[in-house]
Each structure stands twice: as structure tokens, then as C-alpha cells.
């Protein structure tokens, strides 16, 4: 890649505002990101992640604006008054969405070919032959066996791991420069989350593809992460790279959730156990898998900068 | 799939013969004598009345009349009325023909009227359309269907002369006339249907669009237009399928008050008519009818369903 | 604008006359009016109801016929005669007189025709106005020559010929054998009315066609007889269920004319291109009383109800005005209606009031049975109610459906009170009979009442007709039986182009006098 467009963030989000009529929801909030990076971006539950996902693909729900700041896409600005076809034509080709409920975020009424051809007719013009080949490279890269077969069927004969992995491809297809990845995984269950991660970030490197991984649960997300967010009601409290996050909170990865050394892991070096943070107790040491989902339960996790 | 329609249609056998026995005992308990009923209230003497209650095999003890009906029933003859003295088999199906044609003409037009504007009012959610569009969806049923119709007809017939008032022309005989004959009770029939369906499709819309697959198709980059008929309708359309499977069952028994309004020779009519005057061949030949066209609607609107929602497996 | 619609609709029909086939040419006139339920049949005296009646009177007749004052009158028959002991009744038969077929008709297909109805082997109610079981018993019924048709009675009945006109029997209508097939089966009426069978469409509508060659009567129409000179080539009656219904296709000009509710009568009358017809008939409204019910087996308290009731209140309410109270069972155009059967108990609640303090009546609960059918029944029973709690009655409406209510009036039981209405009865013994006699039904069940009936149908005498009625009439206003409320008004709402509608007391349309104006 060129050094300039190593420096043209591919994401540039400034001072932006986001409200529900009066109600802020997301305050003031920046950053960057640059192309093919992938950035962690945690919070407790109504924190207002999905929010600023949504914001970046032009797709607040009905009644939610951005009040303020700017969004730049490639350099170009999402949040002007630029025509709804731009904004439209950009999404799905240049930056995809992948949601937490792999059940709900495929349309059960549509064979699985169907729904990952269509975003392709819209913004291509490749035969149809060539965008089924693509999608059952796609499925290839995925790692999903007998791919062809799976074209023709339908969301609800696929266990969550297998849908989830099936919208990445589905996503991915079009290979955009941007993947918003909102809580992927959570609906999934340990093992299955880390495999899903795994192909995720694996297909989004091979495709140099930037990725906003949206998450409550900094332990699982980390590891994949150069870069993490921490927003806290509408605020970004802490961002800074996944190191530096990590131990201001007191926070290590456990070992079962390292991705696999081939996509290099920003945090490979640091194993340990997890140290969970709790305001009434301080920190403690835990016994592994369990504590780490309760870890960001803790209300402040900056205090915990102060433990030992 | 055959081998499912084959199973629900045997299933229903033993239904049909409780649904019988229930008919029966149900129609004879009715008050009233048809005998009496078609003497119109003067009897001038007992000897006439016994006369026509053994030619109507009235005279029978309970138990013989409903072992001969069944008997003749499975035997596929459903007597003749006693009104009119027509096969009640041919009478049946000519009257169905009347009713099914002006109930699938109203349903079509309904459902090309009610889809579009439910999906409209749920996409432009809490607009002006919305408001309108639920606004006339109220005022419509809000409106007695007797009334409307009338009013169809005093408007379209007697003011402005443009369409007949009475009578009824077969479309198998003259389409272009009996078309003429249908736009009335097609368009009061399919007015009070758009008023449920639009309802119906606008409130199942409205929960689709919040799904995260609605979003996601945005996300893809699809035209509203698309997101629309390929994601919102086939998912929202479903409960409004099993609302158009109820009435379209309903609508099929007949549309009483729509064949009595346009004059319609329809099965509705003919039911009403039967219980009248207590013509208990006839009454009883249409309820089991009825009967039979809820059971087929039902597997025809479970099949289509199958169709909108592939996780409904026939079996 | 009006005038547009018209030309329209012209062209549609000819249109549709035109690709019909059997329906006549161009520039035949068509009269379109309505019945509220299809035909039961084409086989007169055996599939018929009231509606079926009055279709096929256009196309049959018999012997003898109502003329408008209910006398009786000879209509197939040139003339007839009583013999001295009044059991033999001799008709001549009228010559040349064609059926629908071409046929010329004589003695011998009135015999075939008699023999149909009223023979053993008839399906007919009405051979149980002729076989004994209803007084009337024939012992014989022969052709004697080709013009000459002879009636035996076992005894006299002065009532026989006006049985022998009833409608129900199509007038013991005279037909031409091959009305019915080789096998017995029936096929079509071959009769010798005005009007012969044209396009029956089951459950739509039943056309007759003008019989070309029709030998009419001299003279002018009179009631069901006298001179028929039918012009309209086609009537129609369309198959209307709803009233409404035929009053908005009257004012689209898709109905010509059409039996109307009072409502739209007062509505349509000062409408232009639209007349109106008000008639009173012998349909007879009145309230029957269960004499046999605890509370009503006293007369005080029947007597009580009908001061109570003012008939000429509730039969201007239910006629819009047009029409007034006549409690008497005698219909007003009867030969038989004098001053004697104008009387009745007038309204008056102090007297009813003291009619019901003398028989200790003690707020003991009065239900008047009533149902929601054409024919204000409901109405009428809503208002009496109204009119006895006035006069301190605790009087309840029960609302059934016909059906039901047909059931307590059968079974005389189950009811105390209820408004119900009789068809005309054209003879002024048979206005009582209708009510009067030992059957379950009758709410008149009083020997000396059953005997003077009974009188009434025999005697031949006029004179002492008119004696016994009155006497009857007298005693049927001190026991009170029934509240005679009054004789029904019928309306027609007809389109300016009918000429020559007359109603008359039976109520039956008369189309061989109607003309389509140009
Ligand atoms: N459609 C909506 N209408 C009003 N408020 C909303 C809507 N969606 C989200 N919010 C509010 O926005 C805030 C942020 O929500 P969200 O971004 O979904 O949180 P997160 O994804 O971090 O759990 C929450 O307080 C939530 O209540
Ligand atoms: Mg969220």
C-alpha cells in the first residue's frame, strides 16, 4: 500500500453528536481509523455504540439525528446533506454491518443465495454466474463446507455460529473498506465466538478491510484489536492502543480467547490470568472463562487504574 | 406435499361426520315448522299441513330422517329443497359459483390495494399518509357494509346512472355484462377487506422494520423500494395471509349481506333464505358445504403460508 | 344528466335482448318489477307461496274469479247455475277460449284439470278443500258436454265457489293436459291467462311473455276477472330481497315498479317521474289474545287492552298517515261491511283503567310477542305496548323470529299476545273462520262463535249472511278475541312511464292492465 493512503484515516469521526430528540446519546465523540485496522470499541449496554455504528452508515432508526460534529467517510462526509443515493450506493460496497443477533439479521423468508446476491446485483455488474462464484468463494473463505448446497437454503437451518459466518461472507463479499462489526458474537456461545472472531478478522485482513469491533465485553474483543474505545454513557472515556487500555484497567486476555498467532494478535505477549475489577472489592484474581464476561459488568472501570 | 394434502383431507373425514351429526341436530332444533313456513302463517287446516310435512318426510321419527339424510349424503346425494324442489347438490355449487367469483375478484383487488398501502403507511410511519391512511381504514369500519352498499348503490345506480342496480348476470354467459354486474358488490366486498388488510399488513409491516435484517438490507445498499418487497412484505404478509385465510372461509360461505344488497344469486343468500324458510335440505347441504370449503381454504392459506414462511413445514 | 342514464341503459338492454336470443325484439315493452324471494315452482295449487300466486295468476284461470268487491264472478265460465237444492253447480264454458299451446279448451280438459288438484292422487293441498276434510265434500265432477262442466256437493256450502276461485289454488286453474309429461311428472303451465312462462333464471329472475292470442272477456277488469287486454309484452319480476334495494333500483330506472314500505311512499310521493299508489287491502293487522292464559281468560282484561289500544294512532303511525284504523276482520270493500262492523271498542284509558280495577287486576306481567318482518309486526306491538303501560298494564315485548312466532301461533300456546296479520280473506264468514274455530290455532274457540261461523259459510241466502256476520261481529267486540287494529295499506312506487296500475283489496298485481307510456 501507499505511505499516503497509509495516512488518509479511512474513518474519521469528529465531535459527534448524536441525540433522540432532546436526549444525547452519543456526546462529542473522535477518532480515527486508518485502512485495514481493526478497533476495538467497548462499553457497558446503552453506552451508545450501536448508535455511533449506525450514525457512520447513515442509518440512525427513526427519530435519532446527528446533532453535531461530522463524520468523514474516505473523505467524504456521511452526515451532510449529500444525496440519500450516495449515501446509499456507499453502503454495503464500501462499508458493511454485521449485527450481534445472527437469528435476526437474516431474512427468514429468503434462501441464504438469494440474500447474499443481492447487494452484489445492486452494486456490480457482474453476471450472475460470477457473483455466485464469488459468494461460494466467499463461503470457502468462511470455512463452510459444501457451499453450494447452502446457497439454496434457508437462515433457520443453520445453527448461530454457521449464520454468523455466513453474514460475514454475505458482508464481505463486496470487500468494503469498512466492516462495522456490532457485538457479533455475544449471542454465540465461547468457543463458537472465538471461531467466528478468528474467520472474521481473517477475512477482513486478507481483504484489507478496516473493522470497528463493537463489543461489551472488552476480554473477548481485545486481542483482535490494535486500538480499543471505551464509551461510557455517550462518552468516549478511553481510547488508545489495546496495551495501553489493557493496563490502565488492570486487564489481561485469557488464553482461550487469543486469536490464533497466524493473525498476529497486538496482545500475544501479554497472557495471564484476568483480573476482574470490582468497585466494592477492588481487583481480585478470578478463575478464568466465567469472570471474564462479568468483567465489564464494573460501573468505573478507570478506578481500577488504581489497584494494584 | 401431495402425500400432506392427501393426509389433511382424510383427517378431516371423521370432522365431517361429527360436523354432520351436529348440523342436523342443530337445524331440526330451530323452532319453526318448514311446512308451516312455506303455508306463510295461514293454515287453513291441519289436513294440508300433515300433507306437506309427509311429503317433506317430516313425519319421520328424528333418528330415521338423520340416517336417511346421512345415508343419502355419503352417497353423494344432498336431497332437493324444499322450496324450490332444485337439486340441492348443482343448487349449491351454481350458488357457489356466484359468491366465489365476487369473493376472489373483492379479495384480489383487496390484497392489490391493501399490501401497497399497509407497507406505504408503515414506511412513511407516523406521516401524513400514515395518518391517512389509518384514518380511512377507521372510518371504514367503522360504517355498517349493509350501509356502504346501499350507498354504492344509490350513488352508482340512481344518481349517477352509471351501473345496474339489480340482477345478475353470469360472466361464463356474457363476461363484458357480468363484469358490469360485479364492479358493486366486488368493490363494496373488497372496500371492507382493504379496510382489515391494510391494517393488518401496516401493523405487521411496522414490527418487520424493526428487525435487524430490515436494517441489515439497507445496510446492503438496497433501494427502499426493494427493501420493501423482498424483505418487509413476504415477512409482514404472513399474518395478514392467515387473516385473508379466515375471511376468504368466511367470505366463501357467503357474503350474506353483500348477496342480499347486489342481489346476488350467491350462497350467502341462499343460506339465509334456507333458514327462513326452514329449508332444511337446503340448510343442511350448505352448512356441510361451508364446512367443506373452511376445511380446504385452511389447507390452501397453510400451504401458501409454507411459501411466505419457509420454517412452516407441511407435515 | 338523467336523461343520458337512460339512453344508456336502453342500449345495455337491447344489447343484452339482443344476444339473449329468446328474449323478444327491440321494440317490445317490458315491465320490471321485484319479488322478495323466488318463485317455489311453475306448478299452480302445488309449488306456490303467496309470491309464487300472484306470478302464476297471469297465466292461469279458472272457472270462476274475486271481482273487486269479492263477489264471485265466472271468468272461464260464460255463466253458472245453482240448482234448487244448492248442490249442483252447472258451468258453461266460454267458447273459442285458446291455451298458450293453441288449443282450444273444453269441458273435458276442465275435468283433466279439476281431477288434477283436487283428484285423489293430486299433491294439492287443495284437494282438502273438496274431498270432506274441510266441510266442502265433491262427489262429482264431470264434463257433461263439450261447454258444460257439472259440480256435485254431498251437501250445500254456500262458500264453494269462492273455495273454488282461492289463489293458493290458482282459482282451481284449468290447464291443458300437456302441462304435465307422459310419466305424470309436471312440465309447464299450459294455461289460458293473459301472460304464458318465458325465462325462469332460478334465485334471479322469472319473465312472462304476453299470450298473443289471449280471449279476453268483455268489458273492463274487474278484481281478478272481467276484461283483460294485456299490452306489455314482457313483465319481469326480478328476485329482490332487500326493500331498500328494489327502492334504489325504482329511482335508477332499473325497476319499473315495486311494492314500497310507507316510509318511502311519503318520501317518493312529490318526487317527479315517480307516483305513488296507496290502496287499502284485506290484509287484516291485528293482536291476537291468548284467551286461555290465566291473566287474559278474564274479558274485563281483554277488554281493558282494547280501550287501552287506539288503533287509528297506531295504524297512522305505521302508514305514514295513509292509512286509518278499521278493527273489524270484515275487510272495508266487503259486500258485508255495514255500520255494524265499523264499531268497535274505542280508545278510552279511564275505562280501561276501571276494566282493570273490577277484575282485580294486580300488575300481573302481559307479553306481547312480535318479531322484526316486513309488515311493522314489531312496530305495531312496540306502540300497544307503549299505549298499555299508559293504561297502567305491565305489558313486555318479546322479540322472536318468524319462525318461532309462526310456532306459538300454530300451537296457540306459548304467547298472550301477539301482533300478527292475515291475508284476505274474500268472503266475510272466512274473515272470521281465519281465526275462529277448535283448532290449536284459533284464538276464538267459543261454541256459539264456531257455530255462527259455520252458519255463515253455509247459508246462501245474502240476507241472512249479512245477519249472521253481524252477529258475529258484535260478540267477536264483547269477548275480544283479538284487537282489530285495521286493513293493511299497500304501496306501489312506480316510474312515471307505468299507466293503468290499479291495487286493489287482495293486493295481487294485475299486470294485463299496466301500459308503458312512451
Ligand atoms: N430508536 C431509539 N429511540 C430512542 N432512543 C434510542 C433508540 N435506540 C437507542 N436509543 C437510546 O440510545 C442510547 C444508546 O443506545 P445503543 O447505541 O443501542 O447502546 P449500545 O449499543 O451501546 O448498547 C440508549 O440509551 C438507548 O436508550
Ligand atoms: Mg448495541
Redesign the pocket.
Known amino acids: 500500500m501507499a505511505e499516503s493512503t497509509e495516512h488518509t484515516p479511512v474513518l474519521s469521526v469528529d465531535d459527534l453528536e448524536i441525540s433522540?430528540g432532546a436526549r444525547p446519546?452519543v456526546k462529542g465523540v473522535s477518532f480515527q481509523l486508518a485502512p485495514g485496522e481493526i478497533m476495538a470499541l467497548v462499553?457497558e449496554?446503552?453506552?451508545?455504540?450501536?448508535?455511533l455504528g449506525r450514525a457512520i452508515m447513515g442509518l440512525l432508526?427513526g427519530?435519532?439525528a446527528v446533532t453535531r460534529g461530522r463524520i468523514l467517510f474516505q473523505n467524504q462526509e456521511v452526515t451532510s446533506q449529500g444525496s440519500q443515493e450516495e449515501l446509499r450506493l456507499m453502503r454495503g460496497r464500501q462499508v458493511g454491518l454485521i449485527f450481534q443477533e445472527p437469528l435476526s439479521s437474516l431474512n427468514p423468508s429468503m434462501r441464504i443465495g438469494e440474500q447474499m446476491y443481492e447487494a452484489m446485483r445492486e452494486h456490480t455488474d457482474l453476471t450472475e454466474a460470477q457473483i455466485r462464484e464469488r459468494a461460494l468463494e466467499m463461503l470457502r473463505q468462511v470455512k463452510l463446507r459444501n457451499p453450494e448446497a447452502l446457497l439454496k437454503r434457508y437462515p433457520h437451518e443453520f445453527s448461530g455460529g454457521m449464520r454468523q459466518r455466513i453474514m460475514i461472507a454475505s458482508v464481505m463479499m463486496l470487500k468494503p473498506a469498512l466492516l462495522i462489526a456490532d457485538e457479533p458474537t455475544t449471542a454465540l456461545d465461547a468457543v463458537v465466538q472465538k471461531e467466528v472472531l478468528d474467520i472474521m478478522a481473517e477475512v477482513a485482513r486478507a481483504n484489507g478491510t478496516a473493522v470497528i469491533l463493537i463489543s461489551h465485553d472488552l476480554a473477548v474483543v481485545a486481542a483482535y484489536a490494535a486500538r480499543i474505545a471505551v464509551m461510557e454513557r455517550g462518552i468516549l472515556v478511553e481510547a488508545g492502543t489495546t496495551q495501553s487500555v489493557l493496563a490502565r484497567l488492570c486487564t489481561t486476555i485469557p488464553a482461550d480467547f487469543l486469536p490464533p498467532r497466524s493473525l498476529g494478535s497486538p496482545v500475544r505477549s501479554k497472557v495471564r490470568k484476568v483480573l476482574p475489577c470490582l468497585p466494592s472489592r477492588g481487583c481480585g484474581w478470578s478463575s478464568g472463562k466465567s469472570a471474564s464476561s462479568a468483567l465489564w459488568q464494573t460501573r468505573r472501570p478507570m478506578r481500577c487504574a488504581m489497584c494494584p | 406435499m401431495p402425500i400432506f394434502v392427501l393426509k389433511r383431507v382424510l383427517m378431516s373425514i371423521p370432522t365431517f361426520v361429527i360436523v354432520a351429526v351436529i348440523i342436523f341436530a342443530l337445524v331440526r332444533a330451530l323452532p319453526g315448522d318448514p311446512a308451516l313456513m312455506m303455508l306463510g302463517g295461514n293454515i287453513d287446516d291441519e289436513a294440508t299441513l300433515e300433507q306437506m310435512r309427509s311429503q317433506l318426510g317430516l313425519d319421520q321419527p328424528m333418528p330415521v330422517q338423520f340416517i336417511v339424510w346421512l345415508r343419502e349424503v355419503f352417497s353423494g346425494n344432498l336431497g332437493t329443497s324444499i322450496m324450490t324442489g332444485q337439486e340441492v347438490g348443482s343448487l349449491l355449487w351454481q350458488r357457489f359459483g356466484v359468491t366465489a367469483t365476487v369473493v376472489l375478484l373483492a379479495m384480489g383487488s383487496a390484497l392489490l390495494v391493501s399490501i401497497p398501502a399497509g407497507l406505504l403507511a408503515a414506511h412513511r410511519h407516523n406521516s401524513r399518509t400514515d395518518y391517512a391512511i389509518v384514518f380511512l381504514t377507521i372510518l371504514k369500519l367503522s360504517m355498517p357494509s349493509f350501509w356502504v352498499g346501499l350507498m354504492l348503490l344509490v350513488l352508482f345506480g340512481a344518481i349517477l346512472g352509471w351501473l345496474p342496480t339489480v340482477g345478475f348476470v353470469s360472466i361464463s354467459d356474457d363476461l363484458g355484462r357480468g363484469m358490469l354486474y360485479l364492479i358493486l358488490p366486488v368493490t363494496s366486498l373488497a372496500l371492507s377487506e382493504i379496510a382489515v388488510l391494510t391494517r393488518m399488513m401496516r401493523a405487521g409491516s411496522l414490527e418487520i422494520m424493526g428487525r435487524d435484517y430490515i436494517t441489515h438490507a439497507r445496510a446492503k445498499g438496497l433501494p427502499e423500494r426493494k427493501v420493501l418487497w423482498r424483505h418487509v412484505f413476504p415477512n409482514a404478509f404472513a399474518p395478514t395471509l392467515t387473516m385473508v385465510g379466515v375471511m376468504l372461509a368466511g367470505l366463501l360461505a357467503g357474503a350474506a349481506v353483500t348477496e342480499t344488497v347486489f342481489t346476488l344469486p350467491g350462497l350467502g343468500k341462499l343460506l339465509v333464505d334456507s333458514i327462513y324458510a326452514r329449508d332444511y335440505p337446503v340448510l343442511q347441504g350448505a352448512l356441510l358445504f361451508i364446512a367443506a370449503v373452511y376445511v380446504l381454504t385452511n389447507l390452501l392459506v397453510d400451504i401458501a403460508y409454507s411459501f411466505f414462511d419457509p420454517r412452516v413445514r407441511l407435515s | 344528466m338523467r336523461q343520458r342514464t337512460t339512453n344508456f341503459r336502453s342500449i345495455a338492454l337491447a344489447a343484452a335482448v339482443g344476444l339473449g336470443g329468446v328474449a323478444p325484439a327491440m321494440a317490445d315493452s317490458m315491465v320490471r318489477t321485484s319479488l322478495n324471494a323466488d318463485i317455489r315452482g311453475t306448478n299452480p295449487g302445488v309449488t306456490r307461496d303467496g309470491n309464487t300466486d300472484e306470478v302464476h295468476g297471469h297465466m292461469i284461470e279458472g272457472l270462476v274469479t274475486y271481482a273487486s268487491d269479492f263477489s264471485i264472478i265466472p271468468m272461464l265460465a260464460e255463466s253458472y247455475e245453482i240448482s234448487e237444492d244448492g248442490r249442483t253447480y252447472t258451468f258453461k264454458l266460454r267458447k273459442g277460449v285458446k291455451f298458450h299451446n293453441g288449443e282450444e279448451m273444453t269441458a273435458s280438459d276442465v275435468e283433466w284439470s279439476w281431477n288434477r288438484l283436487a283428484g285423489e292422487a293430486s299433491e294439492s293441498h287443495c284437494k282438502n278443500f273438496f274431498n270432506g276434510e274441510n266441510n266442502i265434500k265433491v262427489t262429482s265432477a264431470k264434463a257433461q258436454a263439450d261447454d258444460t262442466f257439472v259440480i256435485t256437493l254431498a251437501e250445500p256450502y254456500a262458500v264453494f265457489l269462492a273455495t273454488m276461485a282461492r289463489f293458493d289454488c290458482g282459482s282451481m286453474a284449468v290447464l291443458h293436459p300437456d302441462s304435465v309429461n307422459a310419466d305424470g311428472s309436471w312440465n309447464k303451465p299450459i294455461g289460458t291467462g293473459p301472460y304464458m312462462m318465458g325465462d325462469h333464471a332460478p334465485g334471479r329472475y322469472v319473465e312472462l311473455n304476453r299470450f298473443e292470442d289471449y280471449s279476453s272477456r268483455d268489458g273492463a277488469p274487474d278484481g281478478y276477472g272481467g276484461g283483460k287486454n294485456p299490452t306489455v309484452d314482457v313483465l319481469r319480476w326480478e328476485i329482490v330481497g332487500e326493500g331498500a334495494v328494489s327502492k334504489t333500483a325504482l329511482l335508477a330506472g332499473d325497476l319499473d315498479l315495486v311494492d314500497i314500505d310507507a316510509m318511502t311512499a311519503a318520501e317518493l310521493k312529490d318526487q317527479p317521474n315517480f307516483s305513488v299508489d296507496a290502496a287499502e287491502s284485506a290484509v287484516w293487522d291485528t293482536y291476537l289474545l291468548n284467551s286461555d292464559d290465566p291473566v287474559l281468560s278474564d274479558v274485563r282484561i281483554r277488554r281493558a287492552m282494547a280501550h287501552a289500544i287506539d288503533p287509528q294512532r297506531i295504524m297512522a303511525a305505521i302508514t305514514e298517515g295513509f292509512g286509518k284504523a278499521s278493527p273489524s276482520p270484515v275487510p272495508p270493500m266487503s259486500a258485508n261491511y255495514t255500520d255494524v262492523q265499523a264499531k268497535y271498542l274505542t280508545y278510552d284509558v279511564e275505562k280501561a283503567k276501571a276494566l282493570l280495577e273490577e277484575a282485580g287486576y294486580n300488575g300481573e306481567e302481559i307479553t306481547i310477542l312480535a318479531t322484526r318482518r316486513n309488515g311493522a309486526y314489531y312496530e305495531r306491538a312496540l306502540m300497544a305496548q307503549a299505549m298499555m303501560m299508559d293504561a297502567g298494564i305491565n305489558a313486555r315485548l318479546e322479540v322472536v323470529e318468524w319462525g318461532s312466532q309462526l310456532e306459538a301461533y300454530r300451537n296457540g300456546s306459548g304467547y298472550q299476545m301477539q301482533s300478527f296479520t292475515f291475508s284476505p280473506r274474500l268472503h266475510a264468514g272466512l274473515s272470521f273462520e281465519m281465526f275462529t274455530g277448535d283448532a290449536d290455532r284459533k284464538a276464538w274457540k267459543n261454541p256459539d262463535a264456531v257455530a255462527m261461523m259455520n252458519e255463515s259459510l253455509r247459508t246462501g241466502d245474502p240476507e241472512e249472511l249479512q245477519a249472521i256476520i253481524d252477529r258475529l261481529h258484535e260478540a267477536f267486540i264483547a269477548e275480544v278475541p283479538a284487537i282489530g287494529l285495521g286493513h293493511r295499506t299497500l304501496f306501489t312506487g312506480m316510474s312515471s312511464k307505468i299507466d293503468g296500475f290499479e291495487n286493489w283489496g287482495a293486493g295481487l298485481l294485475r299486470g294485463w292492465m299496466l301500459k308503458v307510456k312512451d
Do not use: W
Open positions: 433522540f446519546v462499553g449496554s446503552g453506552s451508545g455504540k450501536s448508535m432508526p427519530g435519532g
